[in-house]
């Protein structure tokens, strides 16, 4: 079956600019995570969703960042007023439920010029 | 708190050479799950083995085998013959469901 999409695939804004990055999990899965690697590192744990219960913000570096999600389905991870430390590409995973798995999309590769 | 640490940043061995990436993770939780995935050039993570924290059976599959000791808390990769494809970026990482992911072994097989 299909496997976890984002888009865009790249994002170039200019410093200041908010940007919208957009998850599509895998059908069925209740749980969805946000990540951000940056350049040459691991990966950073942003946000949490799992069904309806609160999501797990604990990650998020800055109010600048937030995101969402339908349901169980899709999200979007919000970035406002962006910075140039923002640059990143963004990943995001998907599960079955919060005890399995998590499978990754290609990533979405934000550069802020 | 939770740690992941890979403390091997960079490998390069020669192609049909075996290899062991090293994994240390910390924590004080009792039930826990540890991961490897794998990143190639393609920059996609590619889910490899998924184990709990009370499981410590080696695991093998094909050229790949992992070797988890809770008392020493490694969860060790090793590729064995390794070949050119296998050249990526590893991860480990471990957690409940908020997984910790470690900074990454850069693999690098030369023909």
């Known amino acids: 079956g299909a496997g976890v999409s984002q888009s865009p695939s790249n994002k170039v804004t200019e410093k200041g600019k908010d940007v919208e990055l957009r998850c599509d999990p895998i059908s069925g899965h209740t749980a969805l995570y946000w990540y951000r690697q940056r350049l040459g590192q691991g990966l950073e744990f942003l946000i949490y969703f799992q069904g309806n219960s609160a999501p797990d913000k604990s990650g998020l570096p800055s109010d600048r960042f937030s995101a969402e999600r339908t349901g169980e389905s899709v999200s979007t991870l919000t970035i406002q007023r962006t910075q140039q430390e923002d640059s990143a590409v963004y990943l995001c995973?998907?599960?079955?439920?919060?005890?399995?798995?998590?499978?990754f999309g290609p990533g979405t590769r934000l550069t802020v010029l | 708190a939770q740690k992941v640490t890979q403390a091997q940043t960079e490998i390069s061995v020669v192609e049909k050479e075996d290899v062991t990436l090293d994994c240390v993770y910390e924590?004080?939780?009792?039930?826990?799950?540890l991961f490897w995935y794998k990143q190639p050039p393609s920059g996609e993570l590619v889910f490899l083995i998924r184990r709990n924290s009370f499981d410590e059976q080696n695991e093998i599959s094909g050229r790949y085998s992992w070797n988890f000791q809770k008392s020493t808390s490694s969860f060790n990769f090793t590729i064995t013959a390794s070949q050119v494809v296998d050249s990526a970026v590893y991860f480990c990482a471990g957690g409940a469901y908020k997984y910790i992911f470690g900074t990454g072994t850069r693999l690098k097989v030369l023909a």
């Open positions: 995973a998907s599960s079955l439920s919060s005890a399995d798995t998590q499978y």
């Open positions: 924590t004080r939780d009792t039930t826990y799950y």
